[in-house]
């Protein structure tokens, strides 16, 4: 399975851009599959979709079954797309609150 870190490496390379500083990052469809949220995400802080001045992150399309604290540190985030995963639930109260969910 690919890591988030090997993932924005992979952007990284493709792009020419720092994951960190990048506006908007499309880590979905990775081959092998995403597996396992971690704590590499906090790095995104810039993470914004320039076309509709929304903080974005797309994960869409690689095998994440769980949401856990992965996302503490994006404090802009508005937008998170997992379609195409296989998740089950937010596993954590903290995350259930900070993705919007009672």
């Not at 903080?55 to 604290?69: A, E, F, M, Y």
């Amino acid at each position: 399975m690919t890591t988030c870190a090997a993932a924005i490496k992979k952007f990284e390379e493709k792009t020419g851009e720092t994951a960190s500083d990048a506006k908007i990052v499309k880590l979905y469809c990775q081959i092998p599959p995403i597996a396992k949220l971690d704590s590499s995400l906090n790095n995104l802080a810039a993470c914004e979709r320039a076309a509709a001045s929304r903080r974005h992150l797309q994960l869409s399309t690689n095998n994440i079954d769980k949401i856990g604290l992965a996302f503490t540190g994006l404090k802009n985030l508005k937008i998170l797309s997992l379609g195409r995963n296989v998740v089950a639930g937010a596993s954590h109260s903290r995350a259930r609150g900070r993705l919007g969910r009672p």
